[in-house]
């Protein structure tokens, strides 16, 4: 078994499908979590690369959200789109990307990404709010590479 396979197990991986069900409810914001075993870029620009791969640029209102981990690097990055970036502060994702990091140095990988994915979508609420005829445009599933 390879080191992102045991990364997450089956019931953990379900658990942040749900969280992003959660995340999703309030805003038309669209939340994914890639995983992988390693980068040679920056943790960044390879969320760059894997949200164009995923396709996550194709959302009406430009505010898809990556969640990106590189396991074996132990680093992880937070990548939004354009829409996102025109209307937040330079530092948005930095309170996401601390609850992330507090429970990623205590060893709780699936926690610190359920915290994030509920943090991110609680930020994207004020900015993007659920409006009714909303649709989830991406998939939920954590994907991997």
């Known amino acids: 078994m390879s080191r992102v ?3 997450l ?3 953990e991986e379900q658990e942040i499908v749900s969280a992003i069900h959660v995340a999703e409810k309030n805003t038309s914001g669209e939340i994914r979590v ?3 075993p390693h980068t040679r870029l920056e943790p960044i620009e390879r969320a760059k690369e894997v949200f164009l791969l995923l396709k996550m640029e194709n959302t009406k209102e430009a505010n898809g959200v ?3 981990v590189a396991v074996n690097d132990r680093k992880f ?3 939004g789109d354009s ?3 025109k209307v937040v502060p330079d530092n948005f994702w930095d309170t996401t990307k601390n609850v992330i990091q507090d429970q990623f140095k205590k060893g709780n990988f699936k926690q610190g990404i359920i915290d994030g994915i509920l943090k991110a979508g609680k930020e994207l609420q004020a900015h993007f709010p659920w409006e009714h005829g909303d649709k989830n445009e991406l998939s939920d599933e954590v994907s991997k590479g």
Request: proline share 0%; no cysteine; net charge negative.
């Open 77 to 79: 990055s937070i990548f």
């Open 34 to 36: 890639h995983i992988e």
């Open 9 to 11: 197990t089956a019931e």
């Open 5 to 7: 396979e045991a990364f």
């Open 83 to 85: 829409g996102i970036n």
């Open 66 to 68: 990556l969640i990106y």
